[in-house]
């Protein structure tokens, strides 16, 4: 199957501490995106990279995308404890597929 | 703007029972997702609507499962008869993408029903 696995499972740090987890997949993608989702609500985008990026930041988001090893990364800089949540990778499928998979999730713990 | 709105929040219902769940989608949009969450399997698709059509149902685990899209504003999905591994939190979420492929475009999720089947 197309799902994204996450590394690490679960993740504490400090705050202030800089977050970074790990998104692989098995085929190739047009889109990768994550997603956070706090503990009873929803799941909230927070930032799409395209196949042919490398590297997109927002606020204190970094994500990049290594398609050769089908894998991405997000980065959380200068953690708070309001980015306590769970993350989550999606991707598309390359060859028409329009449905988005969802990994596993990386459960983020900022201790105050 | 209002976001994609579900209702129940909660469902606690017996084995048997027939359960309705709703959704609200973000005007405008094109696209309807339902998904299914447990801490086993994770977050999986059940079915997509585009433009209320019905798209891709594979995910949908059972024929006591069933989906409709009425109107561009309004989904819903059954269980009938409910089990109680059907128990999990069910997702509703909406994007636009008509015409396009629908993996670039930002999926918006509702808050969910919790579904306790006992």
């Known amino acids: 199957s197309q799902q994204g696995e996450e590394d690490p499972q679960a993740l504490s740090i400090q705050e202030g501490e800089n977050a970074t987890m790990n998104c692989s997949y098995k085929?190739?993608?047009?889109?990768l995106q994550w997603y956070r989702q706090n503990s009873g609500r929803g799941l909230v985008h927070l930032i799409l990279?395209?196949?042919?990026?490398r590297e997109k930041h927002s606020g204190r988001l970094r994500v990049t995308l290594d398609t050769s090893k089908k894998s991405s990364s997000l980065l959380i800089t200068a953690s708070r404890a309001a980015d306590t949540a769970s993350y989550f990778c999606?991707?598309?499928?390359?060859?028409?597929?329009?449905?988005?998979?969802f990994g596993t999730g990386t459960r983020l713990t900022i201790i105050p | 703007d209002a976001g994609v709105i579900q209702s129940p929040r909660h469902e606690v219902t017996e084995m048997g029972q027939e359960v309705t769940l709703r959704c609200k989608p973000i005007?405008?949009?094109?696209?309807l997702f339902w998904y299914r969450q447990t801490m086993m399997r994770g977050l999986e698709l059940l079915i997509y609507?585009?433009?209320?059509?019905?798209?891709?149902d594979s995910g949908m685990p059972e024929d006591r499962f069933s989906a409709k899209m009425p109107n561009a504003s309004f989904s819903t999905l059954k269980i009938q008869p409910s089990e109680p591994r059907d128990s999990a939190v069910y997702f509703c979420?909406?994007?636009?993408?008509?015409?396009?492929?629908?993996?670039?475009?930002?999926?918006?999720f509702g808050d969910g029903t919790r579904l306790s089947i006992l």
């Open positions: 979420a909406s994007s636009r993408g008509s015409g396009t492929a629908v993996g670039n475009q930002p999926q918006h």
């Open positions: 085929t190739s993608i047009n889109n």
């Open positions: 990279i395209r196949s042919n990026e």
């Open positions: 999606a991707t598309d499928a390359y060859f028409g597929n329009e449905k988005l998979t």
């Open positions: 005007s405008g949009h094109d696209y």
């Open positions: 609507f585009n433009n209320n059509v019905p798209i891709d």
